[in-house]
Protein backbone atom coordinates (compact mmCIF):
# COMPACT_ATOMS: atom_id res chain seq x y z
CA UNK A 1 0.00 0.00 0.00
CA UNK A 2 2.93 2.26 1.10
CA UNK A 3 4.72 1.85 -1.97
CA UNK A 4 1.81 2.31 -4.38
CA UNK A 5 1.38 5.68 -2.60
CA UNK A 6 5.14 6.89 -3.82
CA UNK A 7 4.30 5.32 -7.00
CA UNK A 8 1.06 7.85 -6.55
CA UNK A 9 3.16 10.67 -5.66
CA UNK A 10 6.04 9.65 -8.27
CA UNK A 11 3.14 10.33 -10.94
CA UNK A 12 1.57 13.09 -9.69
CA UNK A 13 5.54 14.99 -9.56
CA UNK A 14 5.43 14.10 -13.33
CA UNK A 15 2.27 15.41 -13.79
CA UNK A 16 2.74 18.56 -11.43
CA UNK A 17 0.93 21.49 -12.74
CA UNK A 18 -1.01 19.20 -14.93
CA UNK A 19 -3.88 17.25 -13.56
CA UNK A 20 -2.58 16.47 -9.56
CA UNK A 21 -0.95 19.83 -9.49
CA UNK A 22 -4.06 21.25 -6.97
CA UNK A 23 -2.97 18.45 -4.76
CA UNK A 24 1.03 18.72 -5.68
CA UNK A 25 0.60 22.65 -4.15
CA UNK A 26 -0.03 21.31 -1.06
CA UNK A 27 2.70 18.70 -0.30
CA UNK A 28 6.30 18.87 -0.45
CA UNK A 29 8.59 15.40 -0.45
CA UNK A 30 10.17 16.69 2.68
CA UNK A 31 7.02 17.27 4.30
CA UNK A 32 5.28 14.17 4.36
CA UNK A 33 4.22 12.73 7.27
CA UNK A 34 1.89 9.50 7.46
CA UNK A 35 -0.97 12.05 8.39
CA UNK A 36 -0.63 13.89 5.05
CA UNK A 37 -0.20 10.98 2.97
CA UNK A 38 -3.37 9.68 3.94
CA UNK A 39 -4.97 12.82 3.23
CA UNK A 40 -3.36 12.79 0.03
CA UNK A 41 -4.88 9.27 -0.62
CA UNK A 42 -8.18 10.61 0.34
CA UNK A 43 -8.34 14.00 -1.91
CA UNK A 44 -7.16 12.06 -4.83
CA UNK A 45 -9.17 9.21 -4.23
CA UNK A 46 -12.21 11.85 -4.04
CA UNK A 47 -10.94 13.77 -7.45
CA UNK A 48 -10.64 10.00 -9.00
CA UNK A 49 -14.22 9.29 -7.89
CA UNK A 50 -15.22 13.00 -9.01
CA UNK A 51 -13.73 12.22 -12.70
CA UNK A 52 -15.54 8.64 -13.16
CA UNK A 53 -19.36 10.66 -12.47
CA UNK A 54 -18.03 13.54 -14.31
CA UNK A 55 -16.80 11.65 -17.14
CA UNK A 56 -13.14 13.57 -16.79
CA UNK A 57 -10.95 10.54 -18.44
CA UNK A 58 -7.69 12.22 -17.30
CA UNK A 59 -8.40 12.03 -13.92
CA UNK A 60 -9.50 8.52 -14.19
CA UNK A 61 -6.49 7.20 -16.02
CA UNK A 62 -4.49 9.23 -13.60
CA UNK A 63 -5.99 7.15 -11.46
CA UNK A 64 -5.31 3.97 -13.29
CA UNK A 65 -1.63 4.50 -14.39
CA UNK A 66 -0.87 5.12 -10.12
CA UNK A 67 -1.41 0.99 -9.94
CA UNK A 68 -3.53 1.20 -7.03
CA UNK A 69 -6.69 -0.26 -5.96
CA UNK A 70 -9.21 0.24 -8.61
CA UNK A 71 -12.20 -1.20 -6.62
CA UNK A 72 -11.67 1.31 -3.90
CA UNK A 73 -14.84 2.62 -2.34
CA UNK A 74 -16.17 5.42 -0.79
CA UNK A 75 -17.80 4.90 2.79
CA UNK A 76 -21.49 4.24 1.13
CA UNK A 77 -19.46 1.29 -0.79
CA UNK A 78 -19.69 2.84 -4.19
CA UNK A 79 -16.62 2.49 -6.56
CA UNK A 80 -15.74 4.80 -9.26
CA UNK A 81 -17.13 2.23 -11.43
CA UNK A 82 -20.62 2.82 -9.94
CA UNK A 83 -20.25 6.40 -10.16
CA UNK A 84 -19.27 6.44 -13.91
CA UNK A 85 -22.50 3.83 -14.44
CA UNK A 86 -24.65 6.22 -12.29
CA UNK A 87 -24.07 9.22 -14.91
CA UNK A 88 -23.63 6.83 -18.36
CA UNK A 89 -20.24 7.67 -18.97
CA UNK A 90 -19.42 4.84 -20.83
CA UNK A 91 -15.87 5.84 -22.18
CA UNK A 92 -14.93 5.75 -18.49
CA UNK A 93 -16.76 2.69 -17.98
CA UNK A 94 -15.17 0.89 -20.88
CA UNK A 95 -11.18 2.21 -19.76
CA UNK A 96 -12.12 1.15 -15.99
CA UNK A 97 -13.22 -2.12 -17.08
CA UNK A 98 -10.31 -2.91 -19.28
CA UNK A 99 -7.88 -1.88 -16.63
CA UNK A 100 -9.90 -4.95 -14.72
CA UNK A 101 -12.08 -3.30 -12.33
CA UNK A 102 -14.52 -5.77 -10.75
CA UNK A 103 -17.84 -5.59 -12.00
CA UNK A 104 -19.22 -8.20 -9.30
CA UNK A 105 -18.66 -5.09 -6.69
CA UNK A 106 -21.58 -4.43 -3.99
CA UNK A 107 -22.26 -1.44 -2.56
CA UNK A 108 -23.43 -0.85 0.71
CA UNK A 109 -27.21 -1.09 -0.19
CA UNK A 110 -26.61 -4.09 -2.38
CA UNK A 111 -26.30 -2.75 -5.99
CA UNK A 112 -23.58 -3.54 -9.06
CA UNK A 113 -22.20 -0.76 -11.26
CA UNK A 114 -25.03 -2.82 -13.73
CA UNK A 115 -28.21 -2.72 -11.10
CA UNK A 116 -26.81 1.58 -11.06
CA UNK A 117 -26.70 1.58 -15.13
CA UNK A 118 -29.93 -0.39 -15.58
CA UNK A 119 -31.99 1.85 -12.92
CA UNK A 120 -30.94 5.25 -14.24
CA UNK A 121 -31.82 3.86 -18.16
CA UNK A 122 -28.37 4.12 -19.54
CA UNK A 123 -28.61 0.85 -21.62
CA UNK A 124 -25.37 1.17 -23.36
CA UNK A 125 -23.05 1.04 -20.17
CA UNK A 126 -25.19 -1.72 -18.91
CA UNK A 127 -24.84 -3.77 -21.97
CA UNK A 128 -20.73 -3.19 -21.85
CA UNK A 129 -21.07 -4.35 -17.93
CA UNK A 130 -23.27 -7.41 -19.09
CA UNK A 131 -20.84 -8.01 -21.36
CA UNK A 132 -17.72 -7.66 -19.19
CA UNK A 133 -19.40 -10.25 -16.51
CA UNK A 134 -17.64 -13.48 -15.87
CA UNK A 135 -19.49 -16.73 -16.42
CA UNK A 136 -21.35 -14.90 -19.10
CA UNK A 137 -21.88 -17.04 -22.11
CA UNK A 138 -22.19 -14.96 -25.65
CA UNK A 139 -25.74 -16.65 -26.51
CA UNK A 140 -27.17 -16.52 -22.32
CA UNK A 141 -27.58 -14.64 -19.58
CA UNK A 142 -26.23 -15.29 -16.34
CA UNK A 143 -23.87 -18.61 -15.85
CA UNK A 144 -23.05 -20.53 -12.50
CA UNK A 145 -19.82 -21.64 -12.20
CA UNK A 146 -19.43 -25.50 -13.56
CA UNK A 147 -21.91 -24.34 -16.00
CA UNK A 148 -20.15 -22.86 -18.70
CA UNK A 149 -19.13 -25.71 -21.45
CA UNK A 150 -18.18 -24.13 -24.38
CA UNK A 151 -18.19 -28.14 -26.24
CA UNK A 152 -20.74 -29.13 -28.36
CA UNK A 153 -21.16 -32.98 -26.74
CA UNK A 154 -22.17 -34.22 -30.41
CA UNK A 155 -24.32 -36.94 -28.33
CA UNK A 156 -25.37 -38.54 -31.87
CA UNK A 157 -21.99 -39.32 -32.80
CA UNK A 158 -21.02 -41.21 -29.43
CA UNK A 159 -22.68 -44.05 -30.84
CA UNK A 160 -20.58 -44.55 -33.99
CA UNK A 161 -17.49 -46.23 -32.83
CA UNK A 162 -15.20 -45.75 -36.10
CA UNK A 163 -16.17 -41.86 -35.85
CA UNK A 164 -15.01 -41.80 -32.25
CA UNK A 165 -11.51 -44.30 -33.15
CA UNK A 166 -10.58 -41.73 -35.89
CA UNK A 167 -11.28 -38.27 -33.53
CA UNK A 168 -9.28 -39.91 -30.88
CA UNK A 169 -5.98 -40.46 -32.98
CA UNK A 170 -6.72 -36.87 -34.63
CA UNK A 171 -3.77 -34.69 -34.67
CA UNK A 172 -5.99 -31.96 -32.95
CA UNK A 173 -7.51 -33.99 -30.48
CA UNK A 174 -6.68 -33.02 -27.24
CA UNK A 175 -6.88 -35.07 -23.89
CA UNK A 176 -8.27 -33.84 -20.15
CA UNK A 177 -6.06 -36.02 -17.62
CA UNK A 178 -7.42 -37.21 -14.26
CA UNK A 179 -6.01 -39.21 -11.74
CA UNK A 180 -8.00 -40.76 -9.03
CA UNK A 181 -10.59 -37.86 -9.61
CA UNK A 182 -7.55 -35.14 -9.73
CA UNK A 183 -7.32 -33.24 -12.63
CA UNK A 184 -3.89 -31.97 -14.51
CA UNK A 185 -3.93 -28.13 -14.16
CA UNK A 186 -1.81 -25.46 -15.31
CA UNK A 187 -0.82 -22.16 -13.29
CA UNK A 188 -1.69 -18.89 -14.90
CA UNK A 189 1.19 -16.78 -15.64
CA UNK A 190 -0.99 -13.72 -14.52
CA UNK A 191 -2.85 -15.19 -11.58
CA UNK A 192 -3.94 -11.49 -9.91
CA UNK A 193 -8.07 -13.14 -9.57
CA UNK A 194 -8.97 -16.64 -7.93
CA UNK A 195 -9.10 -18.01 -11.11
CA UNK A 196 -5.19 -19.19 -11.50
CA UNK A 197 -5.58 -22.57 -13.36
CA UNK A 198 -6.29 -23.65 -16.84
CA UNK A 199 -6.58 -27.64 -17.48
CA UNK A 200 -4.20 -29.37 -18.55
CA UNK A 201 -4.82 -30.67 -22.59
CA UNK A 202 -2.70 -33.29 -23.20
CA UNK A 203 -1.75 -34.24 -26.89
CA UNK A 204 -2.19 -38.13 -28.13
CA UNK A 205 1.08 -38.70 -28.52
CA UNK A 206 3.02 -39.00 -24.78
CA UNK A 207 -0.05 -41.47 -23.57
CA UNK A 208 -0.37 -43.37 -26.69
CA UNK A 209 0.87 -46.59 -24.94
CA UNK A 210 -1.45 -45.67 -22.07
CA UNK A 211 -4.40 -45.74 -24.78
CA UNK A 212 -3.71 -48.87 -25.42
CA UNK A 213 -4.50 -50.59 -22.20
CA UNK A 214 -8.04 -49.07 -22.50
CA UNK A 215 -8.30 -46.33 -19.49
CA UNK A 216 -11.40 -45.06 -19.19
CA UNK A 217 -12.04 -42.40 -21.43
CA UNK A 218 -14.19 -40.06 -22.58
CA UNK A 219 -15.40 -38.32 -25.24
CA UNK A 220 -16.65 -34.87 -24.06
CA UNK A 221 -17.58 -33.07 -27.26
CA UNK A 222 -16.14 -31.16 -30.23
CA UNK A 223 -14.74 -27.36 -29.42
CA UNK A 224 -17.33 -25.05 -30.95
CA UNK A 225 -16.16 -21.51 -31.03
CA UNK A 226 -19.39 -20.06 -32.22
CA UNK A 227 -22.88 -21.59 -32.24
CA UNK A 228 -24.36 -19.67 -34.87
CA UNK A 229 -21.82 -21.56 -37.07
CA UNK A 230 -23.26 -25.06 -38.36
CA UNK A 231 -20.53 -27.36 -37.06
CA UNK A 232 -18.43 -29.89 -39.80
CA UNK A 233 -17.65 -32.60 -37.24
CA UNK A 234 -13.62 -31.78 -38.25
CA UNK A 235 -13.57 -29.52 -35.00
CA UNK A 236 -10.97 -30.46 -32.42
CA UNK A 237 -12.15 -33.16 -30.31
CA UNK A 238 -11.74 -32.68 -26.05
CA UNK A 239 -11.52 -36.43 -24.16
CA UNK A 240 -11.14 -36.94 -20.76
CA UNK A 241 -8.86 -39.52 -19.40
CA UNK A 242 -8.41 -42.08 -16.48
CA UNK A 243 -4.25 -42.27 -15.75
CA UNK A 244 -4.70 -43.35 -12.01
CA UNK A 245 -2.48 -46.36 -13.37
CA UNK A 246 -0.06 -44.06 -13.85
CA UNK A 247 2.35 -42.24 -10.98
CA UNK A 248 1.66 -38.70 -9.40
CA UNK A 249 5.02 -38.33 -10.88
CA UNK A 250 4.78 -39.38 -14.72
CA UNK A 251 1.21 -37.79 -14.93
CA UNK A 252 2.44 -34.13 -13.86
CA UNK A 253 5.50 -34.91 -16.05
CA UNK A 254 3.19 -34.73 -19.17
CA UNK A 255 2.77 -31.44 -18.77
CA UNK A 256 5.45 -28.62 -17.27
CA UNK A 257 4.94 -27.17 -14.36
CA UNK A 258 1.18 -28.68 -13.54
CA UNK A 259 -0.15 -29.77 -11.04
CA UNK A 260 -3.30 -32.22 -10.27
CA UNK A 261 -5.91 -30.34 -8.41
CA UNK A 262 -7.61 -32.50 -5.83
CA UNK A 263 -11.47 -31.79 -5.99
CA UNK A 264 -12.93 -29.35 -3.95
CA UNK A 265 -12.55 -26.46 -3.09
CA UNK A 266 -9.03 -26.23 -4.67
CA UNK A 267 -11.07 -27.17 -8.73
CA UNK A 268 -12.81 -23.97 -8.33
CA UNK A 269 -9.93 -21.89 -8.91
CA UNK A 270 -10.06 -22.98 -12.90
CA UNK A 271 -11.05 -20.28 -15.17
CA UNK A 272 -14.52 -20.12 -15.27
CA UNK A 273 -15.04 -21.03 -19.12
CA UNK A 274 -13.12 -24.33 -18.16
CA UNK A 275 -15.12 -25.65 -15.00
CA UNK A 276 -18.00 -26.41 -16.97
CA UNK A 277 -16.14 -29.02 -18.79
CA UNK A 278 -13.73 -30.00 -15.96
CA UNK A 279 -17.49 -31.05 -14.21
CA UNK A 280 -18.42 -32.62 -17.24
CA UNK A 281 -15.43 -34.84 -16.66
CA UNK A 282 -15.23 -35.60 -13.19
CA UNK A 283 -19.15 -36.28 -12.75
CA UNK A 284 -18.67 -39.39 -15.63
CA UNK A 285 -15.27 -40.20 -14.32
CA UNK A 286 -16.53 -40.80 -10.97
CA UNK A 287 -19.46 -42.39 -12.41
CA UNK A 288 -17.42 -45.17 -14.14
CA UNK A 289 -15.30 -45.68 -10.61
CA UNK A 290 -18.57 -46.68 -8.87
CA UNK A 291 -20.68 -48.47 -11.68
CA UNK A 292 -18.01 -51.09 -12.70
CA UNK A 293 -20.51 -53.83 -11.83
CA UNK A 294 -24.13 -54.10 -13.18
CA UNK A 295 -26.67 -52.59 -10.35
CA UNK A 296 -29.04 -55.44 -11.69
CA UNK A 297 -27.17 -58.55 -11.44
CA UNK A 298 -23.68 -57.84 -10.37
CA UNK A 299 -21.98 -58.81 -13.70
CA UNK A 300 -19.26 -56.76 -14.56
CA UNK A 301 -19.84 -53.96 -17.29
CA UNK A 302 -18.19 -52.15 -20.24
CA UNK A 303 -18.21 -48.51 -21.33
CA UNK A 304 -19.58 -47.88 -24.53
CA UNK A 305 -20.81 -44.68 -26.47
CA UNK A 306 -18.18 -42.73 -25.88
CA UNK A 307 -18.42 -43.36 -21.71
CA UNK A 308 -22.25 -42.08 -21.89
CA UNK A 309 -22.97 -45.80 -21.66
CA UNK A 310 -22.43 -48.84 -19.34
CA UNK A 311 -23.68 -51.91 -21.00
CA UNK A 312 -23.62 -56.05 -18.90
CA UNK A 313 -21.62 -58.35 -19.94
CA UNK A 314 -24.77 -60.61 -18.83
CA UNK A 315 -26.51 -60.74 -22.26
CA UNK A 316 -29.64 -61.96 -20.11
CA UNK A 317 -29.61 -59.09 -17.87
CA UNK A 318 -33.19 -57.15 -17.92
CA UNK A 319 -30.90 -54.23 -18.24
CA UNK A 320 -30.55 -55.16 -21.77
CA UNK A 321 -34.54 -54.68 -22.50
CA UNK A 322 -35.51 -51.57 -22.69
CA UNK A 323 -34.25 -48.39 -21.30
CA UNK A 324 -32.63 -49.37 -18.37
CA UNK A 325 -31.62 -46.17 -16.54
CA UNK A 326 -28.04 -48.02 -14.36
CA UNK A 327 -26.89 -48.30 -17.79
CA UNK A 328 -26.47 -43.99 -17.99
CA UNK A 329 -24.71 -41.67 -16.17
CA UNK A 330 -26.79 -40.52 -13.08
CA UNK A 331 -26.98 -37.39 -11.90
CA UNK A 332 -28.44 -36.53 -8.12
CA UNK A 333 -30.67 -33.12 -8.50
CA UNK A 334 -30.40 -31.21 -4.75
CA UNK A 335 -32.58 -28.08 -3.72
CA UNK A 336 -30.86 -25.20 -2.65
CA UNK A 337 -32.70 -22.01 -1.21
CA UNK A 338 -32.28 -19.13 0.30
CA UNK A 339 -35.18 -18.96 2.90
CA UNK A 340 -36.74 -14.88 3.25
CA UNK A 341 -38.92 -14.26 6.03
CA UNK A 342 -43.12 -13.34 5.32
CA UNK A 343 -42.00 -9.58 5.61
CA UNK A 344 -39.01 -10.15 2.45
CA UNK A 345 -36.74 -8.21 4.96
CA UNK A 346 -34.34 -10.86 6.28
CA UNK A 347 -33.28 -14.51 5.28
CA UNK A 348 -32.02 -17.38 6.64
CA UNK A 349 -28.75 -18.78 6.71
CA UNK A 350 -27.46 -21.87 8.69
CA UNK A 351 -24.44 -23.98 9.22
CA UNK A 352 -23.37 -27.40 9.53
CA UNK A 353 -20.96 -29.16 11.62
CA UNK A 354 -18.31 -29.13 8.28
CA UNK A 355 -18.61 -25.91 7.04
CA UNK A 356 -15.18 -23.61 7.53
CA UNK A 357 -15.69 -21.73 10.79
CA UNK A 358 -17.83 -18.51 10.24
CA UNK A 359 -19.55 -19.78 6.93
CA UNK A 360 -22.96 -19.21 7.11
CA UNK A 361 -24.96 -20.70 3.77
CA UNK A 362 -28.59 -21.53 2.29
CA UNK A 363 -30.00 -24.49 3.37
CA UNK A 364 -30.08 -27.55 0.50
CA UNK A 365 -30.78 -31.06 0.71
CA UNK A 366 -31.23 -33.98 -1.86
CA UNK A 367 -34.44 -34.36 -3.92
CA UNK A 368 -36.48 -37.39 -3.20
CA UNK A 369 -38.14 -39.83 -5.82
CA UNK A 370 -41.46 -38.88 -7.04
CA UNK A 371 -41.18 -35.61 -5.22
CA UNK A 372 -41.32 -31.97 -7.02
CA UNK A 373 -38.42 -29.56 -6.70
CA UNK A 374 -40.78 -27.06 -4.93
CA UNK A 375 -42.02 -30.26 -2.44
CA UNK A 376 -38.09 -30.89 -1.59
CA UNK A 377 -37.70 -27.54 -0.73
CA UNK A 378 -40.85 -26.79 1.41
CA UNK A 379 -39.81 -30.13 3.09
CA UNK A 380 -36.02 -29.61 3.71
CA UNK A 381 -37.01 -26.75 5.07
CA UNK A 382 -39.34 -27.94 7.66
CA UNK A 383 -37.06 -30.72 8.62
CA UNK A 384 -33.86 -28.88 8.97
CA UNK A 385 -35.27 -25.74 10.48
CA UNK A 386 -38.96 -25.95 11.23
CA UNK A 387 -39.86 -22.87 9.18
CA UNK A 388 -43.16 -23.43 6.84
CA UNK A 389 -42.67 -22.40 3.66
CA UNK A 390 -45.19 -21.52 0.87
CA UNK A 391 -44.33 -20.05 -2.28
CA UNK A 392 -41.16 -21.15 -4.25
CA UNK A 393 -39.14 -19.21 -6.78
CA UNK A 394 -37.03 -21.63 -9.29
CA UNK A 395 -33.47 -19.00 -9.42
CA UNK A 396 -30.93 -21.25 -11.24
CA UNK A 397 -29.43 -24.63 -11.53
CA UNK A 398 -25.51 -25.58 -10.89
CA UNK A 399 -23.35 -28.83 -11.77
CA UNK A 400 -21.59 -30.11 -8.59
CA UNK A 401 -18.91 -32.56 -9.69
CA UNK A 402 -18.34 -34.15 -6.38
CA UNK A 403 -19.35 -36.40 -7.78
CA UNK A 404 -22.36 -35.74 -9.79
CA UNK A 405 -25.09 -33.42 -8.26
CA UNK A 406 -27.29 -30.69 -9.85
CA UNK A 407 -28.03 -27.97 -7.81
CA UNK A 408 -31.52 -26.18 -8.14
CA UNK A 409 -31.28 -23.13 -6.46
CA UNK A 410 -34.63 -21.28 -5.49
CA UNK A 411 -35.98 -18.19 -3.18
CA UNK A 412 -38.51 -19.80 -0.58
CA UNK A 413 -40.63 -17.25 0.68
CA UNK A 414 -41.94 -18.80 4.65
CA UNK A 415 -45.02 -17.94 6.20
CA UNK A 416 -43.52 -18.76 9.61
CA UNK A 417 -40.29 -17.23 11.11
CA UNK A 418 -39.63 -19.70 14.76
CA UNK A 419 -36.22 -21.57 13.93
CA UNK A 420 -36.08 -25.49 15.88
CA UNK A 421 -33.02 -26.82 14.23
CA UNK A 422 -32.23 -30.27 13.09
CA UNK A 423 -28.73 -30.50 15.57
CA UNK A 424 -27.83 -33.94 13.51
CA UNK A 425 -27.35 -31.98 10.75
CA UNK A 426 -27.14 -27.71 11.40
CA UNK A 427 -25.24 -26.31 14.04
CA UNK A 428 -26.84 -23.19 13.72
CA UNK A 429 -29.68 -21.42 11.76
CA UNK A 430 -30.67 -17.76 12.23
CA UNK A 431 -32.41 -15.03 10.62
CA UNK A 432 -30.04 -12.04 8.86
CA UNK A 433 -31.44 -8.72 7.96
CA UNK A 434 -29.90 -7.22 4.25
CA UNK A 435 -27.23 -4.84 5.48
CA UNK A 436 -25.53 -7.58 7.41
CA UNK A 437 -25.89 -10.14 4.57
CA UNK A 438 -24.28 -7.28 2.28
CA UNK A 439 -21.36 -7.55 5.02
CA UNK A 440 -21.19 -10.74 4.99
CA UNK A 441 -20.86 -10.82 1.05
CA UNK A 442 -18.37 -8.39 0.94
CA UNK A 443 -15.97 -9.81 3.98
CA UNK A 444 -17.13 -6.74 5.73
CA UNK A 445 -19.28 -8.01 8.64
CA UNK A 446 -17.90 -7.03 12.17
CA UNK A 447 -17.94 -10.67 13.74
CA UNK A 448 -16.02 -12.43 10.76
CA UNK A 449 -19.09 -14.37 9.59
CA UNK A 450 -19.64 -14.92 5.65
CA UNK A 451 -21.26 -16.66 2.75
CA UNK A 452 -19.39 -19.06 0.61
CA UNK A 453 -18.08 -17.21 -2.52
CA UNK A 454 -19.20 -16.73 -6.31
CA UNK A 455 -18.32 -19.94 -7.76
CA UNK A 456 -21.74 -21.14 -5.24
CA UNK A 457 -24.51 -20.98 -6.56
CA UNK A 458 -25.64 -20.40 -2.74
CA UNK A 459 -23.51 -17.18 -2.91
CA UNK A 460 -25.68 -16.19 -6.30
CA UNK A 461 -29.00 -16.16 -5.07
CA UNK A 462 -28.19 -14.43 -1.96
CA UNK A 463 -26.54 -11.89 -4.21
CA UNK A 464 -29.96 -11.62 -5.99
CA UNK A 465 -32.14 -11.43 -2.98
CA UNK A 466 -29.84 -8.65 -1.59
CA UNK A 467 -30.00 -6.75 -5.23
CA UNK A 468 -33.74 -6.74 -4.92
CA UNK A 469 -34.22 -3.80 -3.44
CA UNK A 470 -33.01 -0.39 -5.46
CA UNK A 471 -32.02 2.26 -3.03
CA UNK A 472 -29.82 4.18 -5.57
N1 LIG B 1 -23.00 -24.54 -1.66
C1 LIG B 1 -23.68 -24.52 -0.53
O1 LIG B 1 -23.81 -23.46 0.04
C2 LIG B 1 -24.24 -25.77 0.03
C3 LIG B 1 -24.27 -26.91 -0.74
N2 LIG B 1 -24.77 -28.07 -0.25
C4 LIG B 1 -24.78 -29.24 -1.12
O2 LIG B 1 -26.13 -29.63 -1.32
C5 LIG B 1 -26.24 -31.03 -1.44
C6 LIG B 1 -27.34 -31.56 -0.55
O3 LIG B 1 -27.28 -30.99 0.73
P1 LIG B 1 -27.29 -31.86 2.07
O4 LIG B 1 -27.59 -30.88 3.14
O5 LIG B 1 -26.07 -32.66 2.17
O6 LIG B 1 -28.52 -32.87 1.84
P2 LIG B 1 -29.63 -33.37 2.87
O7 LIG B 1 -30.14 -32.25 3.68
O8 LIG B 1 -30.61 -34.15 2.07
O9 LIG B 1 -28.87 -34.31 3.89
C7 LIG B 1 -27.82 -35.15 3.51
C8 LIG B 1 -28.16 -36.58 3.86
O10 LIG B 1 -29.15 -37.03 2.97
C9 LIG B 1 -28.95 -38.39 2.64
N3 LIG B 1 -29.02 -38.48 1.16
C10 LIG B 1 -30.16 -38.58 0.46
N4 LIG B 1 -29.93 -38.67 -0.86
C11 LIG B 1 -28.61 -38.60 -1.03
C12 LIG B 1 -27.76 -38.64 -2.19
N5 LIG B 1 -28.26 -38.76 -3.42
N6 LIG B 1 -26.43 -38.51 -1.99
C13 LIG B 1 -25.92 -38.39 -0.74
N7 LIG B 1 -26.67 -38.35 0.37
C14 LIG B 1 -28.01 -38.47 0.25
C15 LIG B 1 -27.66 -38.80 3.32
O11 LIG B 1 -27.98 -39.46 4.50
C16 LIG B 1 -26.97 -37.50 3.67
O12 LIG B 1 -26.20 -37.56 4.83
C17 LIG B 1 -24.86 -31.58 -1.09
O13 LIG B 1 -24.26 -31.98 -2.31
C18 LIG B 1 -24.11 -30.44 -0.49
O14 LIG B 1 -22.74 -30.49 -0.83
C19 LIG B 1 -25.28 -28.09 0.99
C20 LIG B 1 -25.30 -26.98 1.80
C21 LIG B 1 -24.79 -25.73 1.38
MG1 LIG C 1 -29.30 -30.35 4.14
MG1 LIG D 1 -31.74 -32.27 5.05
MG1 LIG E 1 -32.46 -34.86 2.75
ZN1 LIG F 1 -26.60 -56.94 -15.48
Known amino acids: MFSSRVHLLNICQQKKGNIAGFIWDKISLSAVTFRKMSSFNQEFKERFFRGAASGEIDDVRLYIKGNVDLNERNERGWTALMFAARNGHLHVVRELVQHGCDTSVINSTGQTALDIALFWNHGDVARHLQAGQRYLHPDDNFRNYFSLNTL ?48 GKIEMKPIETILACNPVTIFLGLVQE ?96 GVHNTCYPRTDPSAIMLVVSPDDKRCLLGRSQRFPAKMYSCLAGFMEPGETLEDAVRREVEEESGVIVDRVEYHSSQPWPFPASLMLGCIAHATTETVKIDETELEDARWFNRPEVVQMLTRQHPQGLFVPPEQAVAHQIIKTWVRRTANL
Open 226 to 321: NRQVPLTFKEPALFAVDLSTMSEEDVRALSPGSELLPGYPAAMQLLPAEAGIFAEARSMLAWHDRYQFCPTCGSSTRLEEGGYKRECANLECRSHK
Open 152 to 199: NRCSDKRKDRGWLANKINDANTRFVVFRNLEVLATKLPKSSSMYRYEL
